[in-house]
């Protein structure tokens, strides 16, 4: 979500950075308040476009934004993000050199970030969707910082078929919070209560599903980098196609790049952990993905 | 220099003073170098190298099985150990099922036999199973814990505790009635893809009805903390047990046992540990009808 939330910002007003300009009411109308509509746009519509001009915020410092509440001239566009990639983990642990392949859909306005998702491996394939609300955005202009925070409701949905052994349906509630502070770091926290259904084919006589109660945690830390790179960073007891049981965090490492006509392209290395819970936490396997995508309104 | 840096420094220290003295081996909480899939690629057969069991003539006989042993610190109840008190209730019952027909035959422990896996643990471990040899003449069949690899442990594990590997299997027959026992190692929380390959290859060829026994809980009725933490090695290893006759899946690493039906399938006991519940369980199979029961015992 960070990394989505760090992609989706636009550079400032070099104003707004520079901490040596004089903290006048001019010189706040020439920042860039961060309003949602740029919060929400992608980062290539960066450098190379005019920022609006919002004359409702103009000299406020802090403003807060409820629902679906947006300045007038907010920017309404919905971006349609398609990604396409591979996955493929180390000869360690329980998915031993597992090759996926994946296709992610992604959409963003200025109130909600939603995500679809396939994936197919040799043994099993999974769907997922996924979105937040972002119920609650916070604007707030210091002298030499600018912060931006929302708070929203999020909504996991991830089912997985087992080639001939079962069916889970993972099902995840649960709060969200981003803080981006200028405009070159966000970070994310997301906490989630789980509910998990497997429905075992040689036990569903006896049995029609297994159920499980789960936690889930996720904290991101992206970073803007200079030439369109964003470096991401994140903790998290789930992945995009990944939902094991609460103790079993995943370490990721991204970099992605988006040039000026739309295109990205996004490397990602993990360290998918076992029972982190205790005290004997267990490097489960690495695995790698590239994805490359394009992203239109 | 700011006051700021001393402090990241300062903590730095500390945090790796932390992680290097602690007893638990907190230096490995990253990486370990044991990996389940070098540790235990195969299921080892102890028929063919001839460590399995000797069950004589019975058609019925006992297994007493104990967990999460500890040996290295105390029971958090008393601060004290009982193993004296153990021996004495295992001569006790050991007696005791002889006269019912039902003698025991070996003993089983079920994982967390040390604390953090340092040699000392392993060598007081090495003396307790010593003792119930020479005491009952039982030998106890091991598999690995959590606690165990701690520390670098199963470099000590495989050279001192009984059968030196901890992801075997063996058969008990009386004629064409015959158990098959499996013992699975999930001291890191899961199998790892080779031993789990290699235990559902088995099982499938395998027509004999079967004993599972794992340290991790598979399953547990839903817990998610201290079971197996990948679904998808859960459901796996659920389905080969349902589609292979196995009768029960013996548990610990709870401490606080549990109790969970698969229906007419199997059953999943997590038994009550045996340090700090001071319990123990016995395990009774009936080759001829082909049966097994488990009840627990306190001593």
């Known amino acids: 979500m960070a990394q989505d939330a760090a992609l989706q910002e636009q550079p400032a007003t070099v104003e707004a950075q520079n901490k040596d300009a004089p903290q006048s009411d001019d010189a706040l109308e020439k920042i860039n308040l961060d309003d949602p509509s740029v919060a929400n746009t992608p980062e290539f519509r960066g450098a190379d476009e005019e920022e609006p001009e919002d004359s409702e915020i103009k000299n406020k410092t802090k403003r807060f934004y409820w629902f679906c509440s947006v300045p007038e001239t907010e920017d309404h566009t919905y971006y349609h993000t398609v990604l396409l990639g591979n996955s493929r983990s180390t000869e360690h642990g329980i998915v031993l050199n597992n090759l996926s392949a994946q296709t992610l859909y992604k959409m963003n306005c200025p109130y909600v970030d939603c995500t679809a998702g396939i994936q197919q491996t040799e043994n099993s394939n999974s769907f997922i969707a996924n979105g937040t609300f972002w119920i609650m955005r916070y604007y707030h202009v210091l002298p030499d910082l600018r912060l931006k925070y929302r708070f929203g409701l999020s909504l996991f949905y991830d089912f997985q078929n087992l080639s001939g052994v079962s069916r889970q349906h993972n099902l995840y509630a649960g709060i969200n919070s981003e803080m981006g502070a200028g405009k070159y770091i966000v970070f994310n926290i997301c906490v989630l209560y789980g509910a998990k259904f497997s429905k075992i084919f040689s036990l569903q006589d006896e049995m029609p599903f297994l159920f499980n109660n789960d936690m889930g945690f996720g904290v991101t830390c992206s970073v803007r980098l200079p030439y369109r790179l964003i470096l991401s960073m994140s903790i998290s007891s789930y992945e995009d196609f990944y939902y094991p049981l609460f103790g079993a965090p995943t370490y990721t490492l991204g970099l992605s790049y988006t040039?000026?006509?739309?295109?990205?392209?996004?490397?990602?290395?993990?360290?998918?952990?076992?029972?982190?819970?205790?005290?004997?936490?267990?490097?489960?396997?690495?695995?790698f993905r590239l994805m490359t995508g394009y992203t239109f309104k | 220099m700011k006051k700021i840096h001393i402090a990241i420094f300062t903590f730095t220290i500390c945090i790796s003073l932390l992680c290097t003295s602690c007893i638990?081996?907190?230096?490995?909480?990253?990486?370990?170098?044991?990996?389940?899939?070098?540790?235990?690629?195969?299921?080892?057969?102890?028929?063919?190298?001839?460590?399995?069991?000797?069950?004589?003539?019975?058609?019925?006989?006992?297994?007493?099985?104990?967990?999460?042993?500890?040996?290295?610190?105390?029971?958090k109840k008393d601060q004290s150990r009982h193993d004296d008190l153990f021996l004495s209730w295992l001569s006790a019952k050991q007696a005791e099922l002889l006269s019912q027909g039902k003698p025991i035959k070996f003993c089983i422990c079920l994982g967390d036999s040390t604390e953090t896996g340092l040699v000392d643990d392993y060598q007081l471990y090495a003396d307790f199973c010593a003792r119930i040899k020479t005491q009952t003449g039982l030998v106890v069949y091991s598999i690995t814990g959590n606690h165990d690899l701690m520390n670098s442990g199963w470099s000590h594990w495989k050279s001192t505790v009984y059968p030196y590997v901890s992801s075997y299997f063996f058969e008990t027959a009386q004629g064409d009635k015959k158990f098959s026992w499996y013992f699975l190692d999930s001291g890191n929380g899961t199998l790892?893809?080779?031993?789990?390959?290699?235990?559902?290859?088995?099982?499938?060829?395998?027509?004999?009805?079967?004993?599972?026994?794992?340290?991790?809980?598979?399953?547990?009725?839903?817990?998610?903390?201290?079971?197996?933490?990948?679904?998808?090695?859960?459901?796996?290893?659920?389905?080969?047990?349902?589609?292979?006759?196995?009768?029960?899946?013996?548990?610990?690493?709870?401490?606080?046992?549990?109790?969970?039906?698969?229906?007419?399938?199997?059953?999943?006991?997590?038994?009550?540990?045996?340090?700090?519940?001071?319990?123990?369980?016995?395990?009774?199979?009936?080759?001829?009808?082909?049966?097994?029961?488990?009840?627990?015992?306190?001593?």
Request: hydrophobic fraction near 35%; proline fraction near 2%; include cysteine.
């Open chain 1, 259 to 287: 040039s000026k006509n739309r295109f990205q392209i996004k490397g990602e290395v993990a360290a998918r952990y076992i029972d982190m819970f205790t005290l004997s936490s267990y490097l489960d396997c690495f695995w």
């Open chain 2, 24 to 75: 638990y081996g907190l230096n490995e909480f990253l990486y370990r170098s044991d990996e389940a899939n070098t540790r235990s690629p195969d299921v080892v057969n102890l028929n063919k190298s001839g460590a399995a069991p000797d069950i004589g003539t019975s058609s019925e006989f006992s297994v007493v099985v104990i967990t999460d042993v500890h040996f290295g610190r105390n029971s």
């Open chain 2, 192 to 299: 790892g893809y080779r031993q789990m390959k290699s235990c559902i290859g088995k099982m499938n060829r395998d027509e004999n009805p079967k004993i599972v026994f794992s340290h991790y809980p598979i399953y547990a009725g839903g817990i998610f903390y201290f079971t197996l933490q990948n679904e998808t090695e859960r459901d796996t290893l659920l389905s080969a047990f349902a589609s292979n006759n196995v009768k029960m899946v013996l548990e610990g690493q709870m401490h606080e046992g549990k109790k969970y039906s698969f229906g007419n399938k199997f059953t999943e006991i997590v038994e009550s540990g045996y340090l700090d519940y001071r319990t123990t369980g016995v395990l009774t199979v009936n080759l001829t009808s082909q049966s097994v029961a488990f009840d627990e015992f306190s001593f």
